[in-house]
């Protein structure tokens, strides 16, 4: 009965990409389109190497595109063509104007809504796929009705919840779908039709539906708790430093409470991504427009954590390395922000280059995935900055190493070779706690990890 219906994406990123692939690999009986305004992300799509990197990506595009999956430029002809639009643009923080630095800068999702508007000669259900603040659906549903009332167009809200590197099996068996509708007849008729589409591949009870509000709001608060998660330790790993307590001791022991978990207690030297920041700023937003100042002040506080958390990690290098790094030569091991993904947005790669650079240390950043978005985050970074992808070449000749991001090929290289390679006294900083910390420090290296006691050969070390 579906043979013919038409699902178009607007947005070819590391959202509309991989969630479109699933959808057309799972439900071969729906013809998928995803289209972008940039042509180079589209011809990526439709070649062997493909935009984003993402374990397993290769596998679900494969299965389906040129079958019912379809990468183009032709945004109208899709719009035109298509039953249900998933909008799946990027939404990013607002850096102009009123509410700069903490709304979200709307001009990409609000071009969307009119061009859909203005190319559509038939109903279409449409799909909120991007991250957006409360009450964007209502916006957009009054764009799309402004002029003409021949079209009709139902609104929903469906966040995506995927995790960057684990994009892949975040979208085959997800922790949970949800969709935001109108609870009118129409608005009811439209989430059916999106709830059929997922029930292909995901069981029925993981399937949410509530109102459109609700379903904005989720997102945001969902990304805030994960946050705060990662905050709460990184908060923790500064008074175990002062202290010699063990922030992975004490992580263990609080997440062995199942009321709280044990995941995302990982103390690291912060988190990065698009979504993060970006979210949180959107929610402190929107309890500042609404007089809720305690509760800004208070989601804020996650943000400054991470924040902090940076800024000392760098400081401790400087600290540690006799106070200068001028002329010393740092080799960054990681600039993606987490690990099996080679995106670079908000990465505390990008923060500690600068700053490291600001000191006139020599830099050297390494990295599997990500060195073409290094390069382009730090174009405008005056500095002695190298890119080098192998890890031994990259921390030859080194003063230092740091870990910032938790690659598990950094934890499998050989020490000892990294060692008798590098300048002495040699340092390791492990912003990951990924490393062994008692090998490196016999191997001869003084270890700085996050949270714990550093581990030197310095006789008076304080
Ligand atoms: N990246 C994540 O892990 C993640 C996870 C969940 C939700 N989200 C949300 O999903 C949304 C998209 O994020 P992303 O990471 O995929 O962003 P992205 O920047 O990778 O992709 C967005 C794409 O939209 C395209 N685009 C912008 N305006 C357009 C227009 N008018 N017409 C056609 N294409 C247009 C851009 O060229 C870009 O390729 C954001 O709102 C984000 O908050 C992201």
Known sequence: MNKHKKI???GAGY????????IACKCPQYTVTVVDINPERIAGWNSDSLPIYEPGLHDVVKCAR???LFFSTEIEKGIQEADIIFVSVNTPTKSFGAGAGMAADLQYWEK??????????SPKIIVEKSTLPVKTALAMKRILTAGDKKKQFEVLSNPEFLAEGTAIQDLENPDRVLIGSDETPAGMKARKELVKIYANWVPEEKIITTNLWSSELSKLVSNAFLAQKISSINAISALCEKTDADVTEVARAVGMDSRLGSRFLNASVGFGGSCFKKDILNLVYLCRYYGLEPVADYWEGVIRINDFQKERFVLN??????????????????FAFKADTGDTRESPGIFISRKLAEEKARLIISDPQAL????HDLKDCAGDIHYEKDPYAAAEGCDAVAVITEWKIYSELDYERIFSSMI??????DGRNILDHSRLFDIGFNVFPI?????THFEEYV
């Open 112 to 121: 969307t809504a009119r061009q859909i508007r203005d190319c559509s000669q």
């Open 317 to 334: 290098m400087l600290n540690t390395m006799f106070n200068t790094l001028a002329g010393k030569k740092i080799c960054l091991l990681g």
């Open 424 to 429: 002495k006294p040699a340092f390791v900083f």
């Open 66 to 68: 040129g079958r019912n």
């Open 451 to 455: 949270g714990k006691p550093p581990l």
């Open 8 to 10: 178009l994406c607007i």
């Open 372 to 375: 073409e978005n290094a390069k």
């Open 15 to 22: 959202v509309g990409g991989p969630t479109m692939a699933m």
